[in-house]
Structures are given as structure tokens and as C-alpha cells.
């Protein structure tokens, strides 16, 4: 069992001391969340600065004990006996790197071989989700978008470790920006047994999309569907204003919110056929990739008026992948079965 919490990064360290549900790993989003003293866990910070009041937001998953955290080579990890949660950071500069390969797609190829090489050896290589945050991800570098050369990098990876790159073992992902000057930064959810990959009838199958978006497909399902005992967790990527391939609405915030939150609809629909009809808009989890902060109360009001006023959600700034997207919106389910809870 996991359990997901939204808290403020002050209260992170206080979670963290609650032994009879301790922290599997986390995410710290934000300057203002400072150094967290010798985490036992996993702590991925984000380069990306929180919209709301507090200045600086985690997202933590909780579980029951006992707990493994470890290393391996640049992978930090700890898992329950289910699930492993990774963080990993890899420096562009400092990568080793054959000539003429830039180096984002030489850190991005690094740091998934090296998080293959980790998941393959410690017993749990089904990648449930991840979550990329890629420096300057609009940017150029060797006169090709940087979200391109990551793209690259990722799949030369999965190939080089014997992955396939699409239909169902490909995991759900986010992939958003961060600070220019921020190390590629990746953090997951891993599992020992497979997942279930979800695909959105809206959409092509983003490790379908046409070479318009770049030499290779990004490498991610619609959403992903994992069980553990009586639980299960829907991990719906990162959507956006996308139908089949094509961005709607470049303009519109509004329309784009909207349109964000049929192909969630879309998703749940999909997730609801294989036995979670549990989980709706209304509890969903979400966290909200916003380009303009101004555009905020727009995708908020919208996000509210089809989730309810209660919505839990997280909002930060960042760079969405592709450069007319202005908002991005991941969500997460989690839905216990009632006739697990009677046993
Ligand atoms: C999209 O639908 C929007 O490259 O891992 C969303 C989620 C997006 C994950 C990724 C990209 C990624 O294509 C962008």
C-alpha cells in the first residue's frame, strides 16, 4: 500500500519521523525548500518553483515498513518489497561523451542506463512512472531542440538495455523543464512485476507520433496501472492540448485546460473498463505544469469546475514540451478494493 501526500516542505521532515507509515522517497519543488537533513529517503528537488502560497512543495509517498534504501552507482532508491521509488541527476557537462553527440542526449541516454542498469539488478525493472525535468527543455542545443535530444537519449537507452519502446511495457511519464543551469534530473516508481499500460483513444500513441516532433518518439504510455494487494494505482501522464498529434488552441489557456481534461476523461474511461471505476476526476491527485504563472487562475477555475471546488492539486512553473503548450496536467488514482478492506 502507498499513500500520497501533498505537504509543504516544512512538514516534510515531520513526516519523515512518522515510523508507523515512513517515506518511500519524495519530491521537493522549489528554492525555498532548502536542504532536507540526511533524508533516509530518496528526495528528488526539482528546479521548478511552486505557484501557490507556500513557498516550496513535496509531493511524499508513504508506505508500511520495513524499508530498503540504498545506492547504486548514481541512483538513489528504496523500495518495500512492491515498489521502488529512484531519484537520479545527471550534470549534461560531465558526461562522458563519444564525439559529436550532444551532451543533453549523452545525460539523458547516461542516466536512464544507469537507472536500467540499478532497477535490473535490484529486482524491480517494470518502470511504473517517471518523471524527466530537462534544463532549458525549449532551448536549443546543437541546433535541435533540447526536448528532442532527450528524446534520443531515452530511447538509445531503453534499446540498449533490451526495452521495447512501444505498446505495454512502456511507463506512464511526465516531461517538463527546469532551470537552465539545473542538472537532468529523473525520479520514478519502479516495480516487480508488470504494470498495465493504458493508451488514450484521443490520441496517438505519443511512441507513434510522426518525425514532425523529432527524429525518435518520446518514449511513454497515456497512463499506467499498477496492483498491489488490495490497491490499485492509476499514474496518468503528463496531458496536454493534444489531439491525435496535433496541439489545439496555441493560444488559448482556457481552451487548453479544457481540452487537457477530456483526455484525462478519456484516460479514466480507458482505466474504468479494466476495474478501477473508482477512481474519478473528483480524487484524482494532480500536479499542474503552468508555462505562464498569470494563466494560473484560469486553469485553476477550470480544473476546479470539472474536479470540484476540493480538488487536490499542486501547481508549478515550467516548461511544457512542446513550445505552444501552455499547461500540462499528471494525475494520480489510488483505489482500495472494498472486499479486500472486509478481509
Ligand atoms: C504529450 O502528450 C505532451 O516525453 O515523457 C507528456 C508526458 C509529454 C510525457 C515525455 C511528454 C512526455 O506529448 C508531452
Given at each position: 500500500m502507498l499513500q500520497l ?17 515512513p517515506l518511500l522517497g519524495a519530491a ?11 533524508p533516509l529517503f530518496p528526495l528528488a ?14 509531493e511524499a509517498w508513504s508506505t508500511q515498513g520495513p524499508l530498503q534504501p540504498g545506492k547504486t552507482g548514481c541512483v538513489h532508491w528504496c523500495s518495500n518489497g512492491d515498489v521502488l521509488f529512484a531519484v537520479l ?22 542516466a536512464y542506463?544507469d537507472l536500467f542498469t540499478a532497477l535490473d539488478a535490484l529486482g524491480y525493472p517494470h518502470l511504473l512512472r517517471v518523471w ?29 538495455h533490451?526495452r ?5 511495457n512502456?511507463p506512464a511519464a ?12 529523473v525520479y520514478c516508481i519502479a516495480a516487480r512485476q508488470p504494470a ?28 499506467s496501472?499498477a496492483t498491489f494487494g488490495?490497491q490499485?494505482l492509476?499514474f ?108
Amino acid at each position: 500500500m502507498l499513500q500520497l501526500l501533498h505537504l509543504p516542505a516544512s512538514a516534510l521532515a515531520q513526516a519523515a519521523r512518522d515510523a508507523s507509515s515512513p517515506l518511500l522517497g519524495a519530491a521537493c519543488f522549489g528554492a525555498g525548500a532548502g536542504p532536507i537533513p540526511h533524508p533516509l529517503f530518496p528526495l528528488a528537488s526539482v528546479q521548478v518553483e511552486p505557484l501557490a502560497s507556500e513557498p516550496a512543495l513535496c509531493e511524499a509517498w508513504s508506505t508500511q515498513g520495513p524499508l530498503q534504501p540504498g545506492k547504486t552507482g548514481c541512483v538513489h532508491w528504496c523500495s518495500n518489497g512492491d515498489v521502488l521509488f529512484a531519484v537520479l541527476q545527471v550534470a549534461e557537462a560531465v558526461t562522458a561523451n563519444a564525439a559529436g553527440v550532444p551532451p543533453l542526449q549523452a545525460a539523458s541516454r547516461a542516466a536512464y542506463a544507469d537507472l536500467f542498469t540499478a532497477l535490473d539488478a535490484l529486482g524491480y525493472p517494470h518502470l511504473l512512472r517517471v518523471w524527466n525535468h530537462v534544463p532549458d527543455i525549449n532551448g536549443e542545443s546543437a541546433g535541435v531542440e533540447r526536448y528532442r535530444l532527450f528524446n534520443i537519449g531515452r530511447q538509445d537507452a531503453f534499446l540498449a538495455h533490451g526495452r521495447t519502446v512501444s505498446g505495454a511495457n512502456v511507463p506512464a511519464a511526465s516531461a517538463l523543464g527546469a532551470a537552465a543551469n539545473a542538472p537532468l534530473l529523473v525520479y520514478c516508481i519502479a516495480a516487480r512485476q508488470p504494470a498495465v499500460a493504458i493508451e488514450n483513444p484521443r490520441q496517438l500513441s505519443a511512441y507513434h507520433y510522426p518525425q514532425d516532433y523529432g527524429p525518435r518518439s518520446p518514449t511513454f504510455s497515456r497512463a499506467s496501472l499498477a496492483t498491489f494487494g488490495p490497491q490499485h494505482l492509476l499514474f496518468i501522464s503528463g496531458t496536454a492540448s493534444i489531439v491525435g498529434h496535433r496541439t489545439l488552441h496555441a493560444e488559448d489557456v482556457a481552451e487548453q485546460t479544457r481540452e487537457t481534461l477530456r483526455n484525462v476523461e478519456a484516460v479514466l474511461q480507458q482505466a474504468h473498463a479494466k476495474g478501477v471505476a473508482g477512481i474519478g476526476l473528483a480524487n484524482l491527485y494532480y500536479k499542474v505544469y503552468v508555462r505562464h504563472p498569470a494563466d494560473w487562475p484560469v486553469i485553476r477555475a477550470e480544473l476546479q469546475r470539472a474536479a470540484g471546488a476540493a480538488v487536490h492539486a499542486i501547481a508549478l512553473q515550467a516548461d511544457v514540451c512542446r513550445s505552444d503548450l501552455l499547461v500540462e496536467i499528471e494525475a494520480t488514482g489510488l483505489q482500495t478494493t472494498n472486499q479486500d478492506l472486509r478481509a
